[in-house]
């Protein structure tokens, strides 16, 4: 009797260390759980971010090309403005020209005028 007595108490001890064995791992079990359900909060909050971030890169490619294209588009522009620019100053400078010699004529046309103007006066 008392070898089933001790075997009873050498199970009951058993028992007790299963019990305290199990309360340990459902703890952790329920610890491990609480973590992996932070991670998945984690990597969900990680990949709303991804997709935000590249919708906004997205948008800033668009505005990039956006303003590369009108940048283009404004050098066109000046190197048109320029080539204009150019061709009046040529133009100015022939009209220049042309006023001086009209200038000219008009200024000998004048002194012709005054020297028959004195001719006559001398008649």
Known sequence: MEKVKEKLADL???TENANALCEE?????????????QKDHEIL???IRVKNLEAQLEKTETKVKTVSSDFNDAGLKAEEAAKKVENLENELAEKEQYYEELLEKLNHAKNEL???????EDM
């Open 114 to 120: 005054d020297e028959l103007a004195r001719q006559f």
């Open 12 to 14: 009951r001890a058993q």
């Open 25 to 37: 791992y459902t703890a952790k079990i329920k610890a491990l759980e609480l973590e992996q359900t």
């Open 45 to 47: 909050s990680l990949n």
